[in-house]
């Protein structure tokens, strides 16, 4: 589509009105994603850093192949990439207890206030 193409098929919205690009964020779940077109660089919307990462942090594996297509696709995340994959790769003893309500109320507030920053 060219400028002139889409400028036209605009041309009956109000021009105060908020727009927004949407993609697959490719990520394992095929994530669409709508984005700001601030961030729009010749008619390619490119995630941010946090993105890049928390996509790549939800994956469910984080084997050589999933850190090599990350790697080839934002290579300018490489560094942080890697250092991602080495946290989220290491074995954590893990606590057999349950959590208590205040430690699961904790979490719950902390998901809610996450949600309202994301959605």
């Given amino acids: 589509m060219k400028v002139a193409e889409l400028i036209d098929m605009l041309g009956d919205f109000d021009p105060e009105s908020e727009d927004r690009f ?23 919307v490119k995630p941010t850093r946090e993105e890049v990462l928390d996509a790549f942090a939800v994956e469910p594996q984080h084997d050589r192949t999933i850190l090599e297509r990350y790697l080839k696709q934002y290579p300018e995340y490489a560094s942080e990439l890697v250092k991602l994959s080495r946290e989220v790769s290491r074995n954590i003893e893990s606590d057999q207890n349950p959590l208590s309500a205040h430690e699961d109320r904790l979490i719950n507030d902390a998901w809610l206030r996450h949600m309202e920053l994301v959605c």
């Fill in 22 to 44: 949407s993609y697959n964020y490719g990520d394992y779940w095929r994530t669409t994603v709508a984005k700001n077109p601030m961030n729009v660089e010749s008619g390619v």
